[in-house]
């Protein structure tokens, strides 16, 4: 006997008349059988009153990080009474030094702020340049600046509301119409509204007092402790694109650099004594309260973390010993190994200096270039020998010593950078309130996200980096 078998989606098309027919039939045979109403509905469950009167609302936190704390403006005759600027946060006050804040500036446009300063004349009076300075790739663009009367109760948009970034905000210290804003502008391409601008009539009109280009805007602005109408102001060429990550694809160009008014803006100088003839980087600035005449920097060059072009290399490791440094590896065809120096030879001195231990030896090597010749006292098998070494060139693709975490600089190498270390970046200090400039120090973490020095107002020789 044959068996025929029927495809399911054909027997499926068969029966569904029949299924409709049913379900449609199925109320009138319900209605037929049973003519009594059908039963209410259930109530849906609820919670006993008692336990929802015994709960109550709080706050698990914001819905996005408030990001890093980018300015701090604080009361000086009440230092307890401070501001803290927020990146993506807006803006906390404290009056009673940080045990408790009340947010402010949460109903504005923007809570993406700059920069932040007080009137010293009077607390009530804050300014907020919004827009984060810092070129981050997370960075949020702000609309201008803010003027407060309230002491930050209240805000009234003041204006330069295509500035993007805000890179300072200086207030007169005795008469608090007189502002001045650095505008950065726009991290991701060209914008006009760049520069230093200043306002004599508390924020109702502005002009423009300093220019470079609509690449290049204000980072920082410092204002002399007694004479406020000589300032420092520092100017930034960066831009990001959407392929960079840690760093911008510009960090430094011609357009940053140091200028210096003695005449509240009327006039600029650009500064350039003592400091890179290249492409420049973020500058920050800090004066000393206690002699105006020495003035602080952080500055970033585009030789930041590099080697020079003739820093010597010895092709070696080494290791303290008991007294000089051991050498633990000869890199083979090196120059150490071409002068005949082993593995295990003990380094006591060069050029007749003593040599202590390892990192003094590489401190005395580095203070020569490629090419030069040392003669070296060294210990092998308890027999002391002499031995001529001739400096080579740091091979290339070699990691610099000098080169720190994300695009920094290391510090205390100041003397091993050759005699134009001053190239490189690092920490400047300036006797002549800001004229001229000397290199005291390499150090310089991640230039472009801080850059920010400090200097203790009752001793100069405290001084504060921010970085990683």
Not at 110 to 138: H, K, L, Y
Not at 235 to 261: A, I, M, V
Request: aromatic residues 8%.
């Amino acid at each position: 006997m044959r068996t025929t078998r029927i495809p399911l989606f054909v027997l499926a098309l068969l029966l569904l008349p029949l299924a409709v027919a049913t379900a449609e039939d199925a109320p009138k045979a319900a209605k037929a059988a049973s003519p009594e109403k059908p039963a209410a509905a259930k109530a849906a469950p609820t919670m006993p009153a008692g336990w929802s009167d015994a709960l109550t609302w709080r706050s698990i936190g914001p819905a996005n990080m408030g990001g890093r704390i980018t300015a701090l403006a604080v009361y000086e005759k009440q230092p307890t009474t401070f501001w803290a600027a927020t990146a993506s946060g807006g803006l906390l006050k404290t009056v009673n030094n940080g045990q408790t804040f009340e947010h402010q500036f949460d109903r504005e446009a923007v809570v993406s702020i700059g920069d932040v300063d007080i009137a010293q004349s009077d607390p009530n009076i804050v300014w907020v340049g919004t827009g984060e300075s810092n070129p981050r790739n997370s960075v949020s663009w702000g609309n201008g600046v803010y003027k407060s009367t309230d002491g930050g109760k209240t805000w009234a948009h003041m204006g330069l509301e295509k500035s993007f970034q805000i890179g300072a905000v200086r207030v007169h210290p005795t008469n608090p119409d007189v502002v001045y804003v650095g505008a950065l502008g726009r991290l991701w391409g060209t914008s006009a509204e760049r520069g230093l601008y200043k306002t004599e009539d508390g924020g109702k009109t502005w002009k423009r007092v300093l220019f470079v280009d609509d690449k290049s805007g204000v980072i920082d602005v410092v204002m002399h402790p007694s004479n406020p109408d000589t300032l420092l102001v520092a100017t930034y060429e960066r831009q990001r694109d959407g392929f960079c990550t840690n760093s911008p694809k510009k960090r430094w160009g011609h357009g940053s650099g140091l200028w210096r008014t003695t005449d509240g803006g009327k006039t600029f100088e650009r500064v350039t004594k003592g400091l890179p003839t290249g492409k420049i980087g973020r500058i920050g600035l800090c004066y000393s309260q206690k002699n105006p005449d020495n003035v602080f920097m952080v500055l970033e060059s585009e030789k930041t973390g590099k080697a020079p072009a003739d820093s010597p290399y010895l092709g070696i490791n080494g290791e303290n010993a008991d007294v000089g440094s051991r050498l633990t590896n000869i890199v083979k065809e090196g120059p150490a190994a071409k002068a005949g120096l082993l593995k295990g030879d003990i380094v006591l001195g060069m050029d007749g200096e003593r040599v202590h231990d390892y990192a003094e030896f590489i401190r005395m090597a580095r203070r020569h270039v490629a090419g030069d010749v040392v003669k070296l006292e060294i210990v092998r098998e308890r027999k002391t020998l002499e031995v001529e070494l001739t400096f080579g060139k740091r091979p290339k693709g070699g990691r610099s010593p000098f080169a720190a975490y994300l695009n920094g600089q290391n510090p205390n190498l100041q003397e091993q950078q050759g005699k134009r270390g001053h190239e490189y970046g690092g920490i400047y200090r300036s006797s002549d309130g800001g004229i001229s400039w000397t290199r005291i120090n390499t150090l310089n973490p991640r230039p472009m996200y801080f850059s920010v020095i400090r200097v203790d107002p009752n001793n100069e020789d405290n001084l504060w980096v921010l970085g990683i």
